[in-house]
């Protein structure tokens, strides 16, 4: 069964760095690609980006260079990296594996809220 | 970039009533990486239609995804009181997935 698990702070000041990570089990993170996306509350789905075993990546071009996701094959973990954050970012923020033929998501984690605040 | 609008906003039905939801597109995409996801309150969302009409693992035949082009639809044949949720559908195209604003099929 694959399972994944967000972890990271809840709390998140404005402008800095949010920092997230997702652990995978059930499934080794050399297959597939792996995204985060995130849900304001009360609100939809935007997906922010996704990265692949070898730790190329592909990011939302709407959030300006500001996301970056990293991979660690070895912990079967991958990270998220969002800077210069503002309220606009507090958001549910999801990991999802994402399948590479059809571009769908298919075992998600049960999300994590951060909110941005001083 | 390609915009996804899905209608109505709201859709309420009885259950044991069919619905009917749409997905257009601004421009003409591939049906191939066109997916459905329902999502209840206070969950991930779940994969229910892939590439348009496939039925991702254990969906319901009760759930059936058409179209082409521009245009999209996800029928519920019948509704079950589980069905109330919001659905959502999402499209890649040029290293880049969209989601729809979503349609919340609430009990009338």
């Known amino acids: 069964q694959v399972q994944l698990r967000e972890s990271g702070p809840g709390l998140v000041k404005p402008s800095e760095t949010l920092s997230l990570t997702c652990t995978v089990s059930?499934?080794?993170?050399?297959?597939?690609?792996w995204s985060w996306i995130r849900q304001p509350p009360g609100k939809g789905l935007e997906w922010l980006g996704y990265?692949?075993?070898?730790?190329?990546?592909n990011h939302n071009p709407s959030l300006k260079r500001r996301v970056s996701i990293s991979i660690d094959t070895s912990l079967n973990q991958f990270s998220l990296y969002l800077t210069s954050v503002t309220a606009a970012d507090t958001a549910v923020y999801y990991c999802?594996?994402?399948?590479?033929?059809?571009?769908?998501?298919?075992?998600w984690g049960q999300g994590t809220l951060v909110t941005v605040s001083s | 970039e390609i915009v996804l609008t899905q209608s109505p906003g709201t859709l309420s039905l009885s259950p044991g009533e069919r619905a009917t939801l749409s997905c257009r597109a601004s421009?003409?995409?591939?049906?191939?990486?066109l997916v459905w996801y329902q999502q209840k309150p206070g969950q991930a969302p779940r994969l229910l239609i892939y590439?348009?009409?496939s039925r991702a693992t254990g969906i319901p035949d009760r759930f059936s995804g058409s179209g082409s082009g521009t245009d999209f639809t996800l029928t519920i044949s019948r509704l079950e009181p589980e069905d109330f949720a919001v659905y959502y559908c999402?499209?890649?195209?040029?290293?880049?997935?969209?989601f729809g604003g979503g349609t919340k099929v609430e009990i009338k």
């Open positions: 990265v692949f075993n070898s730790g190329s990546a």
């Open positions: 590439s348009a009409s």
């Open positions: 999802a594996r994402t399948n590479w033929n059809y571009y769908y998501f298919d075992y």
């Open positions: 059930g499934d080794s993170i050399n297959t597939y690609y």
């Open positions: 999402q499209h890649y195209d040029t290293s880049r997935l969209t």
């Open positions: 421009q003409s995409v591939s049906s191939s990486y």
